[in-house]
Nanobody, 123 residues
């Protein structure tokens, strides 16, 4: 079992930046692909970004390309999501997820989930 704990959410004005962190409980973190998803009020959970266990492969949803960067530090069992040029439509609960295997963009293929961290972007 892997426990994931997100942090770094908060309130930011449009155009601002936030960096989310997700700390994993197990050293096997370095063998897991990691993803970030978000869920806005009244909407379905959607894929944001993912990174392979080695960090050499990343994937992003089109609306965040060029603004968000996913990275990981396997020595710290932590994955990050740097979010720049935030927009009000980015307001959502952001979830960290982990899976054994390759990077995928589908939520139901992830094995472990964090509790989420709220990101609110004001106009």
């Amino acid at each position: 079992q892997v426990q994931l704990v997100e942090s770094g959410g908060g309130l930011v004005q449009a155009g601002g930046s936030l960096r989310l962190s997700c700390a994993a409980s197990r050293p096997t973190f370095s063998t897991l692909a990691m993803g970030w998803f978000r869920q806005a009020l009244g909407k379905e959970r959607e894929f944001v970004a993912a990174i392979s266990w080695s960090g050499d492969k990343t994937s992003y949803v089109d609306p965040v390309k060029g603004r968000f960067t996913i990275s990981r530090d396997n020595a710290k069992n932590t994955v990050y999501l740097q979010m720049n040029s935030l927009k009000p439509e980015g307001t959502a609960v952001y979830y960290c997820a982990a899976r054994h295997g390759l990077v995928v963009v589908t939520a139901d293929r992830y094995d472990y989930w964090g509790q989420g961290t709220q990101v609110t972007v004001s106009p």
